[in-house]
């Protein structure tokens, strides 16, 4: 009776939708390629990847989240896994590459439940558990606390980050630079703990030189030279002051008439924008400063007073470089120049020189006598090697902050995973549960299989060690990610800080369920063309 019926349109035709179990297995294919082309990226004999973006230029890197960038993908799952290491990079700085990993391996972990047709909040729910697991037995009995006055083990920490990275061939050099930089950044008021990394410690990369020669400023570096030719370009002890207004004659906000009536209103106009650069400079020379900063402009005028006055004019410096300079020498910036008082005046600077670095005028302002701001000089043989340079000295600068932050440690070289998985495999319950167990193996085997170990015969090896561990503390024993070997980290002095590690499990878990949550997924697509409504619901929407 009801056999001619024509089908119903919901969707508009150019909407394409895929729902059930087909997209819960998709999701896991993308998930599961995006970890593949990371993959090699991990450890200490990674590999580099090299990036063309469109517009021809290249990137050459093996951090996690600087490919993914990079890449362009079409798939929605795929675009929710580079999130995650973007999430990673700006949460704590480094581990990007394992997030993705890790990721990619607990969805992969699901995929046998889903085809035994178990409903995926079931598998969520023993990932919930296993992660709430994970996180109790890493805060408790897997991490040691670290004394941040210990210099040589912070050492140790920055350089296991650094030593997976390019710059693991200077990693003495790279371990020196984050550590003072951190130390010099770090704030201590009244009880609260303030590193500023990406405020106050700036990288500069200049090209030309060997990357030996980079190097922590005790002071702050800016790429400006004096504004006048006869100025001083080397003053020692300088005073300095920080300004934030134009050292020329303010011109009103909008369109102005005046009218004049006489030639001598002319004169007078003119003569009074002159006293009025005039008083300005009047303003800063009665402070008698030896330098003066402005993020404006300074008129020729200006130039001259400051010029008989012995003073040197810095102008269009950024706000960011003259936040820099105020915390660096003490000085206060100041808005109008009626306000200067002897308290606004820098003094903390040892010296203020300009040197010609290739051939490019730089101002620096160092040998502060207790900075709060610095910057990092980096010279390197081409821009591509300076711009990874740069990358890996961020991931240790963010290292060695949350170290200050939450000095707690856990064993690097997959050992943590090692035992988190024996942990929970010891608690014995059946399913996806032990799958997260398994899952947490990728690291060492991913260690293993980069520098080219027999990875069974080395996963079999260290599954032992830590099964038979029952002694007091952490069993500390993982991949040595040079040789494939298996060695023990208190001896190798590989250790991890925790905030790292927490971020890392916390994101990859949290991914894996978000995308296993997904079984419809409506994709629309503007068609391309004429605009007349092609499908039943499109007419009947115009018919209104």
Known sequence: MFGGQQPILVLSSNMKRESGRKVQLENI???????????????????????MDPMGGIVMTNDGNAILREITVQHPAAKSMIEIARTQDEEVGD??????????EMLAAAEPFLQQQIHPTVIIRAYREALEDIVGHLQSDLSVKLDIKDRAKMADVVKACVGTKFIGK????????????????????????????????KVEK????????????????INKDVTHGK??????????????????????????????????????????????????????????????????GVSDLAQHYLLKAGITAIRRLRKTDNLRIARACGATIVNRTEELTEKDVGTGAGLFEIKKIGDEYFTFVTQCKDPKACTILLRGASKDILNET???????????????????????????E?????????????????????????????????????TIRAL???????????????????????????????????????????QTYKTAVETAILLLRIDDIVSGSKKHGGNEPTNPAAMAQGAE
């Not at 906000?253 to 650069?277: A, C, H, K, P, Y």
């Not at 099964?467 to 002095?493: F, L, P, Q, R, Y």
């Open 170 to 201: 200077w990693s003495d050099l790279a371990v020196k630079i984050a550590l003072d930089a951190v130390e010099t950044v770090t704030l201590n008021e009244n009880g609260r703990l303030e590193v500023d990394i990406k405020r106050y410690a």
């Open 206 to 221: 200049i090209p030309g030189g060997t990357i030996e020669e980079s190097c922590v400023l005790k002071g702050v570096m």
């Open 418 to 454: 090692m035992a988190v998985s024996q942990l929970l495999a010891r608690k014995q319950v059946k399913g996806p549960y032990t799958a997260v167990a398994h899952a947490l193996e990728i690291i060492p085997r991913t260690l293993a299989q980069n520098c080219g170990a027999n």
């Open 231 to 296: 100025m001083k370009r080397y003053i020692e002890n300088p005073r300095i002051v920080l300004l934030d207004c134009s050292l020329e004659y303010k011109k009103g906000e909008s369109q102005t008439n005046v009218e004049i009536i006489g030639e001598q209103d002319f004169t007078r106009m003119l003569q009074i924008e002159e006293e009025f650069v005039q008083r300005i400079c009047a303003d800063i020379i009665a402070v008698k400063p030896d330098l003066v900063f402005t993020e404006k």
């Open 95 to 104: 581990g990007t590459t394992s997030v993705i990993v890790l990721a990619g």
């Open 390 to 416: 740069e990358r890996n000295l961020q991931d240790a600068l963010h290292v060695a902050r949350n170290l200050v932050l939450e000095p707690r440690l856990v064993a690097g070289g997959g050992a943590v």
């Open 460 to 502: 079999t090896a260290l599954r032992a060690k830590h099964a038979s561990h029952t002694g007091e503390g952490i069993c500390a024993w993982g991949i040595d990610g040079e040789s494939g070997e298996i060695v023990d980290m208190n001896v190798k002095n590989i250790w991890e800080p925790l905030a790292v590690k927490l």
């Open 29 to 51: 294919q993308a998930g599961k390629a995006i970890a593949d082309v990371i993959r090699t990226c991990l450890g200490p004999q990674a590999m580099l990847k090299m990036l």
